[in-house]
């Protein structure tokens, strides 16, 4: 017994795969899945109640969440500052926040390398991670340039 020779609600072949044309026979189809981050009923105004009465000043300014201001970047590298328009606040920022070199330096002068890779590398804890990506090179075994595997 193929298919063709079933009953006639059985679906064809493309109508087994598209979702669209048997909506309603799945109670799951109809459900909506709220976002993993959805917290709006646990705030203020969700029953009928809240929404008559309003939110309070107090309340509304208890959920603000004050604004952190981002450090300032420097418009010229300390490298290119001339001499005299260098400050005492300035060198010292740029040398506290240079600790990450401190690790590069040393990475270098563990492995024998000048630091060309170790420089392009991200800090993480204390710890040199190497961005893989610029690494160029084969892959061990593989052949390049070679003849085909599949000739």
Known sequence: MSIE???GDTL????????DE?????????????????TEADKF??????AR??????????????????EEELDVPVAATPDDDLTEELVDRVVDSDDENDYIADATEDDGTDGAAVKDADVVDG????????????IDGTPEDAGSYFD
């Open 5 to 7: 020779d079933g009953p």
């Open 12 to 19: 064809d072949q493309s109508e087994s795969l598209d979702s």
């Open 22 to 38: 048997i909506r309603g026979t799945d109670d799951v189809d109809d459900v909506v899945t709220p976002p993993d981050s959805w």
């Open 45 to 50: 105004g969700t029953t009928e109640r809240e």
């Open 53 to 70: 009465e309003g939110e309070s000043l107090d309340q509304k300014l208890a959920e603000e969440v004050p604004d952190v201001p981002l």
């Open 127 to 138: 710890v040199v991670v190497e961005n893989s990506a610029t690494h160029r090179g084969q």
